[in-house]
């Protein structure tokens, strides 16, 4: 699923895009890819909101690039080799690196750097970091929200962020040891306050629900 989504991502952030960005969307985005699938991706569940190659002038003037970019809630993240970033940085790239991150601090952005390596053999601890970010951003609105769910929507919500694909109402059956019609309700409660969406594209028989971004933000909100 995430193959589709991606490849339909990039077209559409390419065709969107101004020349110079377009070109940067054209170049590498193996790393760009894999902070997406093992970042983004799990934690919010769909690219709403998301810009690669955002682009971010600075007092100069002079453009700058973040690789992936949450816009509702100002968060730049980055996927940085070890080679390019570190072991075989010049002086003047340094000090570029330094100047991008005073940059985005002056814009106010929340700058979440990622090393692939990290992302290649921690996916966990780096989803937790994100999770953890989305919790302290959302903590406020989260805890008023969640005053407003069931436990039975709790507990659907918690664990549909586990599942890492659409959900099924025998998904919901199974979380909650219920039959259809319950199941069904608490789906549909769901649905009406924008915590899922019918997945796909019918609208009838729906069979699977996809979790939307509010769902994780404002679970961790609770936390």
Not at 35 to 41: A, G
Not at 101 to 128: E, H, N, V, W
Not at 159 to 176: E, I, M, Q, T
Request: contains cysteine.
């Amino acid at each position: 699923m995430f193959e589709q989504e991606f490849e339909s991502f990039l077209r559409h952030q390419r065709s969107g895009a101004t020349d110079r960005r377009r070109e940067m969307l054209s170049l590498d985005l193996t790393g760009t890819k894999k902070l997406l699938e093992v970042v983004v991706w799990p934690v919010l569940r769909s690219f709403e909101g998301v810009t690669l190659e955002f682009e971010l002038s600075n007092s100069t003037g002079v453009t700058m690039y973040i690789d992936v970019f949450y816009e509702p809630l100002g968060i730049a993240l980055e996927c940085d080799g070890f080679v390019s970033h570190a072991e075989k940085i010049t002086r003047s790239r340094f000090d570029f690196e330094r100047t991008r991150a005073r940059t985005m601090a002056t814009k106010g952005l929340i700058y979440m750097p990622y090393s692939k390596d990290q992302l290649d053999k921690q996916p966990d601890f780096c989803r937790q970091s994100m999770y953890e970010l989305l919790g302290k951003q959302t903590s406020i609105a989260g805890r008023k929200v969640m005053e407003e769910l069931s436990v039975s929507e709790r507990e659907v919500i918690r664990y549909g962020l586990h599942l890492n694909r659409a959900l099924k109402l025998d998904d919901v059956r199974y979380c909650l040891g219920c039959g259809y019609i319950k199941a069904r309700k608490v789906i549909n409660d769901l649905v009406e306050k924008s915590f899922v969406k019918a997945a796909g594209n019918t609208t009838q028989r729906i069979h699977k629900y996809q979790l939307l971004p509010i769902a994780s933000e404002y679970m961790l909100g609770k936390f």
